[in-house]
């Protein structure tokens, strides 16, 4: 089964920007439609960005234009590039395995002046 593991998050000013890395072991991970999700404290869980096997993207409309899902099926990683960071962004971000039960351990990033 595939794992994941989340890397790159930290604090940052409004304004800043942080790329968060997915790293995904296993096999057929070119043929996965790949995730990011976000939790806040008190919040549910929410799609941020997804990017399916052909490199088609979809964003929630509060981080269109700011944020950049990307991948690289030959090292098998997923990104995602957060430019023009706000307060309402801080959360735990997890990398995720669309349709499946497939999560990262998360990686907490933090937006503050």
């Known amino acids: 089964q595939v794992q994941l593991v989340e890397s790159g998050g930290g604090a940052v000013q409004p304004g800043g920007s942080l790329r968060l890395s997915c790293a995904a072991s296993g096999s057929g991970f070119s043929a996965l439609k790949m995730a990011w999700y976000r939790q806040a404290p008190g919040n549910k869980r929410e799609s941020v960005a997804t990017i399916a096997k052909g490199g088609t993207t979809n964003y929630r409309p509060s981080v269109q234009g700011r944020f950049t899902i990307s991948r690289d099926n030959a090292e098998n990683m997923v990104y995602l590039q957060m430019d023009n960071l706000k307060p309402e962004d801080t959360a735990v971000y997890y990398c995720?395995?669309?349709?499946?039960?497939?999560w990262g351990q998360g990686t907490q990033v933090t937006v503050s002046p």
């Open positions: 995720h395995i669309e349709w499946t039960d497939v």
